[in-house]
């Protein structure tokens, strides 16, 4: 079984990976023997990243990539090409938030929201994708949607937006690209503990939140390993169009 989860030949770009998730999602996809592309739109700040996947025997390599650039992401793709052979696995992990009331949402700020978190996935999607039907390979294209896919939050309406949307185009991409053996799959996440918001999640209201995950816990990011190297591998051969929830009980609680 564990041949399954093997990905030394499947080279892997994961976006927004200068950080956070995104670079959790990169180390543990080269501790599984997947060559990994990282992309960002600052490549200085991937180079950190790529030398603790290094360091560890894994091979990475840093490409500065602005996903809502559709000449950026070819030519991202194109580096990527070159330096560890053609992507086989994509995990669009971009994604930024604009708090606020949907009233009190600018034009700017939700075109920002939505050209990263939507547009940005569907252009690297659409990269990859055609790469792999040139190349005669398969692969498995894993968007990084949200809980707020299903349900909303006040002050999230341009984030809860994208994330439905990317939620339905990876079904859409799904379907259309079955034939070429190529697999979208999402996976939704619950609240997880990063460097950004673990200062709210120690204030009260943050404390509250975690009350309400039946599991009394915040995620971490390990809690998303399985799934990740179950959609890039070929352990989820038959898998496509699916959306995998990793919440800790969040959305069955209906809170």
């Not at 960002?40 to 603790?52: G, I, K």
């Not at 390599?61 to 000449?71: G, N, P």
Request: aromatic share 4%; hydrophobic share 50%.
């Amino acid at each position: 079984m564990s041949l399954r989860f093997d990905l030394r030949d499947r080279p892997a770009l994961v976006t927004g990976a200068s950080g956070g998730l995104g670079a959790h999602f990169a180390r543990t996809l080269a501790a599984h023997g997947a060559p990994v592309a990282l992309a960002a739109r600052r490549a200085e700040r991937l180079h950190d990243v790529a030398r603790d996947i290094e360091a560890a025997g894994g091979r990475a390599v840093a490409i500065a990539m602005d996903v809502t650039d559709a000449r950026s992401v070819a030519d991202a793709f194109a580096a990527a090409q070159a330096a560890i052979g053609t992507v086989r696995v994509l995990v669009n992990n971009s994604g930024i938030a604009a708090p606020a009331a949907a009233i009190q949402t600018s034009e700017e700020d939700w075109d920002r929201v939505l050209d990263t978190n939507l547009k940005g996935a569907f252009l690297a999607a659409k990269e990859c994708a055609q790469r792999l039907i040139d190349a005669g390979e398969s692969g498995s294209i894993i968007n990084i949607a949200s809980i707020l896919s299903f349900r909303v939050g006040a002050g999230l309406a341009s984030y809860a937006a994208s994330k439905a949307a990317l939620r339905q185009l990876t079904c859409a991409l799904a379907l259309e690209l079955a034939r070429s053996r190529i697999r979208v799959n999402a996976i939704a996440p619950g609240y997880i503990a990063t460097d950004m918001n673990r200062d709210f999640f120690a204030s009260e209201p943050g404390l509250a939140m975690i009350r309400r995950i039946p599991q009394r816990r915040l995620g971490q990011p390990e809690d998303l390993d399985g799934v990740l190297l179950l959609l890039a591998s070929d352990a989820s051969d038959f898998m496509t169009g699916s959306t995998l929830v990793v919440d800790g009980g969040h959305l069955v609680a209906g809170l």
